[in-house]
T-cell receptor
Framework: DAGVIQSPRHEVTEMGQEVTLRCKPI?????LFWYRQTMMRGLELLIY????????DSGMPEDRFSAKMPNASFSTLKIQPSEPRDSAVYFC????????????FGSGTRLTVV | SQQGEEDPQALSIQEGENATMNCSYK?????LQWYRQNSGRGLVHLIL?????REKHSGRLRVTLDTSKKSSSLLITASRAADTASYFC????????????FGQGTELSVKP
């Protein structure tokens, strides 16, 4: 099993540009989570899906952020337009169900908005 | 918002010593989990303890949970330089739709 796969590993973009982060969860896992990690705020849960349906997006900072999960093997997190304060490491994680067993995290996407 | 608070924020020990990290939380939980994060990498799940359990072991790891004090501790025995990493506790709340909320983490440095 290749684990949770995120792409790209690093992204540098200019303020105002659209950024799309991608995630492939572990096959068979039916819950997917997007987290953001910064020094100031630590790990924040942005949104999570169960069986491809968004369950809770209360952590999404503002309307510039959107996430989709069109099928069980793919999810995207989009920021449009991007701002320097969006610079962070974005992690995707998946689990077999949402009753709280351990999550498997991807290696993250380090986003820098200049 | 962050739920768990970890103590200490940073810990430096010699190889072979034991490392203890503590986590406190605010509300009732279904389970508590510990994760490790090496520099520049994703988080790795270490161990999960459910709210009706008091102690759990996995290799050199020992986790305790005191729901009356809303606290947990992670003990790493006979530490190795390879244990150098950040350690996070995370609390799971099923009554909020199933969220895993992370603390700020403890940065552990094990010197050879």
């Amino acid at each position: 099993d290749a684990g949770v796969i995120q792409s790209p590993r690093h992204e540098v973009t200019e303020m105002g540009q659209e950024v799309t982060l991608r995630c492939k969860p572990i096959s068979g896992h039916n819950s997917l989570f997007w987290y953001r990690q910064t020094m100031m705020r630590g790990l924040e849960l942005l949104i999570y899906f169960n069986n491809n349906v968004p369950i809770d997006d209360s952590g999404m900072p503002e309307d510039r952020f959107s996430a989709k999960m069109p099928n069980a093997s793919f999810s995207t997190l989009k920021i449009q337009p991007s701002e320097p304060r969006d610079s962070a490491v974005y992690f995707c994680a998946s689990s077999l169900d949402r009753v709280g067993d351990g999550y498997t995290f991807g290696s993250g996407t380090r986003l820098t908005v200049v | 918002s962050q739920q768990g608070e970890e103590d200490p924020q940073a810990l430096s020990i010699q190889e072979g010593e034991n490392a203890t990290m503590n986590c406190s939380y605010k509300t009732s939980i279904n389970n508590l989990q510990w994760y490790r994060q090496n520099s520049g990498r994703g988080l790795v799940h270490l161990i999960l303890i459910r709210s009706n359990e008091r102690e759990k072991h996995s290799g050199r790891l020992r986790v305790t949970l005191d729901t009356s004090k809303k606290s947990s501790s992670l003990l790493i025995t006979a530490s190795r330089a390879a244990d150098t990493a950040s350690y996070f506790c995370a609390t799971f709340y099923n009554n909020q739709g199933g969220k895993l909320i992370f603390g700020q983490g403890t940065e552990l440095s094990v010197k050879p």
